[in-house]
């Protein structure tokens, strides 16, 4: 609200739909307030849970999102005198506070899960609550569901409730399309689970005909488990196909004259007005998505890589040397672990003590996504969006700058366990003979403390900080951004 009643709006040239009819005062001042939450995509979901996909390329856009937020709005009791986009653009800032709320909570069970450090996992969670892509877990965007929904649906498949996970991943997919790479993770949960038994089994369990039996039942759990995360994102493109290349039924609602010169100034394509029909409908699996990103915003392989785009490149330069170096770091430490894909029992395992932290191997698969995310993002997206497109998709952008805090930061070694294994002197006081006054809080005690904390943990702290407050002051006022 702020920086938004600071700093002018800039003329972006983006979706901007029109809107009719005079404001209240009470439109004004929840424009006022929370108007700079509803810049760049949010002027999609809120336009889309207001009247629905009128337009093609909304269909870029997963529907949980902005239907929730159409629900909630028809549930709920309103004042008369507020209009629809205000009462969405209010719910929707409430809504996220909750989600992003019960991501931080999701993830921070999550990292007890894998990383099997209370500490860390908690300094990961307080990260999340700093993210660098902060702006976007509160404005009107659909990353705050995505994260509760991913980072709850890994937490539960770590705790053996699969089918709670899978439901949980299959919303994911219907909040966002990426969600279709997290079946990936109960693949390689039940790969892991069969080679691990196929080691430790008997002769007689390795036969070919139990062999062959037990291959069959796992492909066809697999392609279940694939079909089932995939569904929402699939009945979406047959509800998109329907809309825009069945017959013209009309857009079932009156369509104002100004958003009617929008859609011909722009090239919109507006449903059920008739004309040719779009080129996905002829292609043999019609999926209107790719189609979108092709066709609206040029995203492909290496399409981004003109020199014009280097401002953008180093804006997504620490998320993805972060990325990078987490990947490094846990490559370099089991490469055995990655060269065997983890499907390999060691003898440290079957003893119980296996390495704990993020370098353990549970973590494996987590960094495989995330290295995976990154790849893609950097070489066939926009790829300033990476920062928030890791940022609520992977807990390893958390959970690697903690691993980092903690080993090289000498005022969180708090016990000898703390300590690193490399076996660094520690330099500085722990933080039990810090004075009664320490927080608890081991960001907070970092800050509080900026000028005697190392220069790896200021950079981590100056990005995390530095991206959450830039995407405040240049979001908020359709300045670009991540």
């Given at each position: ?459 981590i702290l100056g990005f995390f900080l530095g991206y959450w407050l830039l995407g405040l002051i240049l979001h908020c006022n359709f300045l670009p951004w991540t």
């Amino acid at each position: 609200a702020v920086f938004n009643l600071l700093i002018p709006d800039h003329a972006a040239d983006a979706f901007s739909p029109p809107r009719p009819g005079p404001r209240g005062r009470w439109d004004a001042l929840v424009e006022r307030l929370l108007g700079g939450l509803g810049r760049w995509d949010a002027e999609h979901f809120l336009f889309i849970a207001e009247r629905g996909y009128l337009l093609e390329h909304s269909c870029a856009f997963q529907p949980l999102f902005p239907l929730s937020l159409r629900a909630l709005a028809a549930l709920l009791p309103w004042p008369a005198a507020l209009q629809p986009r205000s009462r969405l653009l209010l719910l929707a800032a409430l809504l996220n506070a909750l989600l992003s709320a019960g991501a931080a909570a999701a993830l921070l069970g999550l990292g007890r899960a894998v990383l099997r450090r209370g500490r860390q996992a908690f300094l990961a969670a307080l990260l999340f609550s700093l993210s660098p892509a902060g702006v976007f877990m509160a404005a009107a965007y659909s990353e705050s569901m995505f994260a509760l929904l991913a980072f709850g649906a890994m937490w539960q498949l770590e705790q053996g409730h699969s089918w709670l996970s899978g439901l949980l991943f299959s919303l994911a997919s219907g909040a966002r399309a990426n969600g279709l790479v997290n079946a990936g993770f109960f693949l390689y949960s039940r790969g892991k689970r069969f080679a691990l038994q196929l080691q430790v089994g008997s002769a007689a369990r390795r036969k070919l005909p139990l062999l062959l039996k037990q291959v069959l039942s796992l492909a066809s759990w697999a392609a279940l488990v694939c079909v089932g995360i995939s569904l929402p994102f699939a009945l979406f493109q047959y509800y998109a196909y329907v809309r825009f290349c069945g017959p013209g039924t009309g857009p079932g609602q009156a369509i104002p004259e100004p958003l009617l010169q929008l859609a011909r100034d722009k090239g919109y394509r507006v449903a059920g007005m008739g004309g040719d029909k779009p080129p996905w409908c002829s292609q043999r699996f019609p999926v209107v998505y790719s189609y979108i990103q092709d066709t609206y915003w040029n995203v492909g392989f290496l399409r981004y890589f003109e020199l014009r785009q280097i401002p953008n490149f180093l804006l997504a330069l620490p998320v993805t040397l972060l990325g990078s170096w987490a990947a490094w770091t846990y490559v370099s430490t089991n490469p055995r672990h990655c060269l065997t894909l983890g499907l390999e029992r060691r003898k440290s395992e079957e003893r119980g003590k296996a390495r704990d932290g993020f370098c353990g191997p549970a973590a494996f698969v987590y960094v495989v996504h995330s290295t995976a995310l990154l790849a893609f993002g950097f070489f066939c997206m926009h790829v300033q969006v990476l920062t928030r497109f890791l940022g609520c998709s992977s807990p390893v952008l958390y959970w690697f700058p903690a691993h980092l805090l903690q080993e090289y930061e000498p005022l969180l070694w708090s016990t000898e366990t703390d300590r690193p294994t490399s076996g660094k002197p520690l330099l500085g006081k722990s933080p039990s003979s810090c004075g009664k006054g320490t927080s608890d809080n081991p960001v907070v005690r970092l800050l509080l403390n900026w000028r005697s904390i190392t220069p790896l943990s200021k950079s981590i702290l100056g990005f995390f900080l530095g991206y959450w407050l830039l995407g405040l002051i240049l979001h908020c006022n359709f300045l670009p951004w991540t």
